[in-house]
């Protein structure tokens, strides 16, 4: 069973920026799409951004221009670099990645301060 393992969050004022990194373990079969999705309090979990295996990215609107994801398929990981970072991106982020079956991090905290 893959594991993803996320790690990067943290608190950072408005303006500023942080990256975080999803590393998949335990892989069998190769994986395709990644991503990362958030979820803010009283809120539904949402999509972020995805890239597939070929790097073919996909954006939310409200972080396009402002978010880069990327991915490293020799080490299963995926990054989110997040600048100009705003206070409604506060939320738990979640790491994503398809390998037969959907997967999920435990989510990592970003809180962003005004």
């Known amino acids: 069973q893959v594991q993803l393992v996320e790690s990067g969050g943290g608190l950072v004022q408005a303006g500023g920026s942080l990256g975080l990194s999803c590393a998949a373990s335990?892989?069998?079969?190769?994986?395709?799409?990644m991503g990362w999705f958030r979820q803010a309090p009283g809120k539904q979990r949402e999509l972020v951004a995805t890239i597939t295996r070929s790097g073919t990215t996909n954006y939310a609107d409200s972080v396009k221009g402002r978010f880069t994801i990327s991915r490293d398929n020799a080490k299963n990981t995926v990054y989110l670099q997040m600048n100009s970072l705003k206070p409604e991106d506060t939320a738990v982020y979640y790491c994503?990645?398809?390998?037969?079956?959907?997967?999920w991090g435990q989510g990592t905290q970003v809180t962003v301060s005004s």
């Open positions: 994503n990645a398809f390998s037969l079956y959907d997967y």
């Open positions: 335990r892989v069998r079969f190769s994986i395709g799409a």
